[in-house]
């Protein structure tokens, strides 16, 4: 299905902690509680399932949410298959059947229907109805529903209703300290921590600038792909005008302001 992988890590993926997100997780889990993780695109939040996933020895769905994604696509739906019509679990089913992880990452870009599917999953039934088979799983031992959402995006149609949000503990992410990100981007691209420093220290700055000329700040996401380039032999400037300037902004205006700002950074 499209937007969809599963993975069943052995060795549990690099992730550094802002705080202790990895202990509300576990406690989540063995809670048998849903969570939520907000924050903006880039600050770790996939790594960290996929990290937590991997700790906890369980199979990981993530479903990448779009705005065409419907229940069926989570639950799953009868097929044609060599003129018979089979049933083909969704990703979600097979989670709840195996006592698997499911992310849905994005969770408000899917269609309001989705909604409904997830309100008996998320409280104490922990059940998933299946309307098209008349099945009603009770989840096994183990399942958790893990979303996540970027509060950020001014978009009125596309935030969480509080009868939905009401239903997972939430963990809030923000873009991290320099202390922190600075061994993230040096372990993630392989360059040098002074080089790592500079480009965090640009990122901070570009930051400052979020509400005013930007609608998003830089991503730790994006300082990665600008130390990496760099690890790979590119000219500064040229690296970070491709990985940190020009992700940000199609404005001539606001481009140069930005072009201003790294040199005034970088010298
Ligand atoms: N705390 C962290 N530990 C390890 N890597 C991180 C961390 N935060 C961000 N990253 C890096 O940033 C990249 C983007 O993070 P990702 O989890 O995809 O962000 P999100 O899901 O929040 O959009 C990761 O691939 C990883 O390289
Ligand atoms: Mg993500």
Same mark, same amino acid.
């Given at each position: 299905m499209d937007g969809t992988f599963e993975q069943k890590g052995a060795s549990a993926p690099f992730y550094l902690p802002q705080g202790d997100e990895c202990d509300i997780f576990a406690a989540a889990h063995a809670a048998n509680l849903p969570l939520l993780l907000k924050g903006p695109? @880039?600050? @770790?939040k996939t790594r960290f399932v996929a990290h937590m996933a991997a700790r906890l020895g369980r199979r990981l769905y993530t479903v990448a949410c779009? *705005? *065409?994604?419907?229940a069926a696509d989570l639950i799953g739906r009868h097929l044609l298959k060599g003129g018979e019509t089979v049933w083909v679990d969704g990703p979600l089913t097979r989670a709840v059947r195996e006592g698997a992880i499911c992310y849905l990452d994005e =969770? =408000?870009?899917?269609?309001?229907?989705v909604a409904v599917v997830l309100h008996p999953l998320t409280d104490d039934r922990r059940i998933l109805p299946i309307d098209r088979t008349a099945e009603e799983l009770q989840a096994a031992p183990g399942f958790m529903l893990v979303a996540s959402y970027n509060p @950020?995006?001014?978009?009125i149609m596309k935030t969480l209703k509080p009868s939905t949000r009401q239903r997972f503990l939430s963990v809030e992410f923000g873009f991290p300290r320099p202390e922190h990100e600075i061994p993230v981007v040096a372990r993630e691209s392989g360059l040098d921590a002074d080089r790592v420093a500079l480009l965090v220290r640009l990122a901070g700055k570009l930051r400052a600038l979020k509400g005013q000329d930007l609608e998003e700040g830089v991503s730790t996401r994006l300082v990665v792909y600008a130390a990496t380039l760099i690890a790979g032999g590119m000219a500064l400037d040229r690296a970070i005008l491709a990985a940190m300037i020009e992700p940000l902004t199609d404005d001539a205006d606001t481009r140069k302001g930005l072009l201003d700002l790294v040199m005034a950074v970088t010298g």
């Open positions: 695109t @880039g600050c @770790g779009h *705005d *065409d994604l419907s =969770v =408000v870009e899917a269609r309001k229907d @950020g995006y001014q978009n």
